[in-house]
């Protein structure tokens, strides 16, 4: 691919400058200490994307506060001073190295599985998550029943992550993503079956979306209005793949268009393959369609019409003819690659010199479990 591809080209967001539109995207690593701290180890394993030539890093998921945030053991924190300073060593060094780096900033919610803090969950209602916790990050068997979180409650909750974002600008960071997404905490009040709520937080789908405009709104009055900011949202989770919004594209446009009022930067969808309609066609549409229609839009353009934003597209865009399509279409601004980056560090560079890029090997990167191998720096 020629180095004047569009991918390859800067773009503006928020107030940050990107060298090229393609970022690495949030994952949890557990490989920070049992108390949440950053290690040397990641400072080396997030460098070595910005030398790889990624423009923007996106952290794995961090916690937010010291009550029911925490995923899972090992899982990053940025709540003190300490947790603080070893991710502005990461941010610092990333800098050197040419690239922007965003915090991901997460509530687990009922899915958390590894906490120090507390061992119930709490979540939007006391529905059980579906599956059964991952073995990825040390997790065996059916999660737990959360707690209906008070009122008060979500205010810790919302505070959490303002506390949090205030720490990420300190420490850096040139913008924080707010984890909305994969049936963690703020996209089990999203999602139907997980929300049951009758109060101003459950029922239609505005009122499910309420928690995270109030979270993304609290954050941006924290944080002030040059230090950008984004939301990550989903419709499959870690314990549901295939969850599809009821509502289509009626949901998808009150979902993306309250996030587009919410004083938020960008959205950054995620989906198993991101080029694919976001729903499936039901017959009546198929009967009536000419060529394309609004039902064949992919979650990225759709959050591109209705919140009116910058998008990032994630999901299996490895491949980069497929990542430069999606660009080109103009259906996202910004594309990420998760086990395409795990396995090609350096996979901007790569693509430019037209060199191979390697395959994903689960075994080799992820088993036995997802800590940061040192092989892998
Ligand atoms: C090891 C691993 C850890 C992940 N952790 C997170 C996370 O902390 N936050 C998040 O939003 N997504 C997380 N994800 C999902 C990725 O960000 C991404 O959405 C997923 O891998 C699909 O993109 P891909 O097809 O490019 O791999 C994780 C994925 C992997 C493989």
Redesign the pocket.
């Known amino acids: 691919m020629t180095e004047t591809s569009l991918l390859f080209k800067n773009v503006t967001l928020g107030n940050i400058t990107l060298n090229n539109r393609i970022g690495v995207?949030?994952?949890?690593?557990v490989s920070a200490t049992f108390e949440g701290v950053a290690t040397n180890q990641m400072v080396s394993y997030y460098t070595s994307f910005a030398r790889g030539g990624f423009g923007l890093i996106?952290t794995?998921?961090i916690y937010t506060d010291d009550k029911y945030s925490q995923g899972y053991f090992n899982n990053p924190g940025l709540i003190n001073d300490e947790q603080t300073q070893a991710w502005k060593k990461i941010v610092d060094s990333v800098h050197q190295a040419g690239a922007k780096i965003f915090a991901?900033i997460?509530h687990a919610g009922a899915l958390s599985q590894g906490n120090r803090f507390i061992q119930e969950t709490i979540g939007p209602s006391a529905v059980q998550p579906k599956g059964k916790q991952m073995e990825?990050y040390e997790g065996k068997g059916l999660y737990r029943i959360p707690r209906e979180a008070t009122h008060q409650e979500l205010s810790e909750v919302i505070n959490g992550f303002v506390n949090t974002a205030k720490r990420a600008k300190t420490a850096g960071f040139d913008g924080v993503e707010i984890?909305g997404?994969?049936g963690y905490l703020l996209d089990q009040f999203l999602t139907d079956y997980t929300n049951k709520r009758t109060d101003k937080y459950g029922g239609s789908t505005k009122s499910r979306v309420r928690l995270l405009v109030e979270v993304s709104e609290a954050v941006r009055e924290a944080v002030g209005e040059h230090f950008t900011i984004g939301i990550?949202i989903?419709q499959g989770k870690v314990n549901n793949y295939n969850h599809k919004w009821a509502g289509k594209e009626k949901d998808a446009e009150i979902i993306f268009g309250q996030l587009g009022h919410a004083g938020l930067d960008f959205i950054h969808v995620?989906e198993?393959e991101a080029w694919q309609p976001a729903f499936p066609k039901d017959e009546a549409t198929i009967l009536t369609s000419s060529g394309l229609d609004n039902s064949d839009l992919s979650l990225a353009a759709l959050a591109k019409k209705y919140g009116k934003v910058c998008v990032i597209a994630?999901?299996?865009?490895?491949d980069p003819i497929k990542a430069r399509e999606i660009i080109e279409n103009r259906e996202a601004d910004i594309i990420?690659?998760?086990?395409?980056?795990?396995a090609n560090h350096d996979w901007v560079n790569k693509v430019k010199k037209g060199e191979p890029l390697a395959e994903?090997n689960e075994e080799k990167v992820?088993r036995p479990n997802?800590r940061i191998k040192d092989f892998e720096i």
Do not use: C, D, V, W
């Open positions: 995207a949030p994952m949890a690593r996106i794995e998921a991901q997460m990825l984890h997404a994969n990550r989903s995620t198993y994630n999901g299996h865009l490895e990420t690659l998760g086990k395409g980056a795990l994903f992820l997802a």
